[in-house]
């Protein structure tokens, strides 16, 4: 079975520093990631996706994410945060076990301090 | 293009009252569609999802339903409300396949007093 954990509910960072959100998955097959953000009682939007071609995957907003199958991990980065960056991130697996639902990180809510 | 409406944007409903929230899907057949819900600092819940015309599946047991009389209309129900149905409710729509995405409506915000 597969299952995504976000290994913080809270990040803060200043604004013009870098930002890690953490992401582990788990799977019996090769994984198909995501990266949602969510703005205060906004819609998802998807921010970038792996899908087995190259690990590092470049999404937009300057977001990227590497994949690290020896470490089951899909962290998200960015390398300056900007005041806007200030959202819930969810990480997401794809389950490849049966109807290829969607499985959802319980979020990560980005804190941007000026 | 593709895009998703979900109506209302937010909803203020007595206990006890129904509820019906509509998902319509533009520029694309046969789209998989889903309903979740999103209670208040938590992630996202599935409630139904839907292959086709009237083929409807309930991931969790509740005072919720969901049709789907048309290929890109999908409809969230209730009979009576209760207090723990508030929450912020999201429609989606994605396309068959192990590496494709699910794209979002902007949410109906529920609150049942």
């Known amino acids: 079975a597969q299952s995504v954990t976000q290994l913080d509910s809270h990040v803060s960072v200043s604004e013009g520093t870098p930002v890690l959100l953490r992401c582990n998955y788990s799977?019996?097959?090769?994984?198909?990631l995501f990266w949602y953000v969510q703005h205060p009682n906004k819609g998802l939007q998807l921010l970038l996706k792996?899908?087995?071609?190259a690990t590092l995957v470049k999404g937009i907003n300057g977001f990227e994410a590497e994949f690290k199958k020896s470490e089951t991990s899909f962290h998200l980065t960015k390398p300056s945060a900007h005041m806007s960056d200030a959202a819930e991130y969810f990480c997401?697996?794809?389950?490849?076990?049966?109807?290829?639902?969607?499985?959802w990180g319980a979020g990560t809510k980005l804190i941007i301090k000026p | 293009s593709q895009t998703i409406h979900q109506w209302p944007a937010t909803l203020v409903q007595p206990v006890g009252s129904p509820l019906s929230l509509e998902c319509t899907v533009e520029?694309?057949?046969?789209?998989?569609l889903y309903w979740y819900r999103q209670a208040a600092g938590r992630g996202l819940q599935l409630l139904f999802y839907?292959?086709?015309?009237?083929?409807i599946s309930s991931e969790v047991p509740q005072n919720l339903s969901a049709s789907r009389p048309q290929d890109r209309q999908f409809i969230l129900s209730s009979k009576k409300l209760l207090l723990s149905d508030s929450g912020f409710y999201l429609c989606?729509?994605?396309?068959?396949?192990?590496?494709?995405?699910?794209?979002f409506g902007q949410g109906t915000r529920l609150t049942v007093v």
């Open positions: 997401v697996v794809r389950n490849m076990d049966s109807n290829y639902q969607l499985i």
């Open positions: 799977s019996s097959y090769s994984p198909s």
């Open positions: 792996y899908t087995s071609a």
């Open positions: 520029g694309t057949s046969n789209p998989n």
């Open positions: 839907s292959v086709g015309i009237g083929q």
């Open positions: 989606a729509w994605g396309s068959t396949g192990w590496n494709t995405e699910a794209f």
